[in-house]
Nanobody, 125 residues
Framework: QVQVVESGGGLVQAGGSLRLSCAAS????????MGWFRQAPGKEREFVAT????????DYADSVKGRFTISRDNAKNTVYLRMNSLKAEDTAVYYC??????????????????WGQGTQVTVSS
């Protein structure tokens, strides 16, 4: 079992920045990747960014490339999502997830095994 806890959400004006954190605990040695997804009101949950636990390879959704940066601190079993130039359409509940299986990529929800409770990000225009 891996426990996942997000933090760092809040209200920010358009053009502003936020940093989300996600701490994993438990059987963290089994992690292959950690990722961020988001769900806006009335929409399906969508992929945002992911980072491989070994090697640090990253992938981003096209909608956030150049604005969001995912990083990790292996010693703390924590992943971060730095969000710059925020837009109103970035408003959503952001979820952190852990994958313990090996895949060629980590951009789909079904590839993740453990999820956090989510943190709200609201961008005012």
């Amino acid at each position: 079992q891996v426990q996942v806890v997000e933090s760092g959400g809040g209200l920010v004006q358009a053009g502003g920045s936020l940093r989300l954190s996600c701490a994993a605990s438990g059987r963290t040695f089994s992690m292959y990747a950690m990722g961020w997804f988001r769900q806006a009101p009335g929409k399906e949950r969508e992929f945002v960014a992911t980072i491989r636990w070994n090697g640090g390879n990253t992938d981003y959704a096209d909608s956030v490339k150049g604005r969001f940066t995912i990083s990790r601190d292996n010693a703390k079993n924590t992943v971060y999502l730095r969000m710059n130039s925020l837009k109103a359409e970035d408003t959503a509940v952001y979820y952190c997830a852990v994958a313990v299986g090996f895949w060629s990529d980590y951009v789909n929800q079904y590839q993740y095994d453990y999820w956090g409770q989510g943190t709200q990000v609201t961008v005012s225009s």
